[in-house]
């Protein structure tokens, strides 16, 4: 690699957008029976009357606040048990539940917004740092992109992020 300080950073988080990426799947890959357990979220609805009305600020703090009250009806239904505080969106979006708390309690990654919360100093698991954290989404990365014939490929199920 360079001694070159800026080319240090970009291949540094380029490797942890990655290794989040990697860990997202990972980690709701091994949630999928719960998941299966639950309908799916609607991928969207189209907004209507009053929402349509409000300007792009206003319709954003609206999403954020209901954003916010999903995951709070989630996490007292047992549905959303996110790693760290306040908890992470992408799952909500992505599944309409979370399962992170779990999975980093059981030694697995979690996803790439709870990855870089962690980083961000705001992980909630005790005995977990946020080095580990980053760690098992590299691992769960490399698992993700086997060598076949001494090319790396992505596994077919695998979806980009």
């Not at 001694?3 to 490797?15: C, E, G, Q």
């Not at 916010?68 to 048990?81: D, F, I, N, P, V």
Request: aromatic residues 4%; positive net charge.
């Amino acid at each position: 690699m360079s001694r070159n300080p800026i080319a240090r950073l970009i291949v540094l988080s380029l490797a942890l957008v990655l290794a989040a990426c990697a860990a997202y799947q990972t980690q709701h890959r091994a949630a999928a029976p719960a998941a299966e357990s639950h309908p799916a979220a609607p991928a969207a609805v189209r907004p209507t009357g009053e929402f349509t009305e409000l300007t792009p600020d206003g319709q954003i703090a609206r999403i954020r606040g209901e954003a916010e009250e999903a995951k709070t009806l989630l996490s007292q239904q047992g549905r959303y048990s996110c790693c760290v505080h306040p908890p992470c969106t992408q799952c909500l979006l992505k599944f309409g539940e979370c399962h992170c708390r779990d999975t980093v309690r059981k030694g697995g990654a979690a996803c790439g917004d709870c990855t870089e919360a962690w980083i961000k100093g705001r992980g909630t698991v005790e005995g977990v740092s946020a080095k580990e954290i980053v760690e098992r989404s590299q691992k769960a990365l490399a698992g993700m992109i086997p060598k076949e014939g001494g090319e790396e490929k992505p596994p077919q199920e695998q979806h980009r992020h």
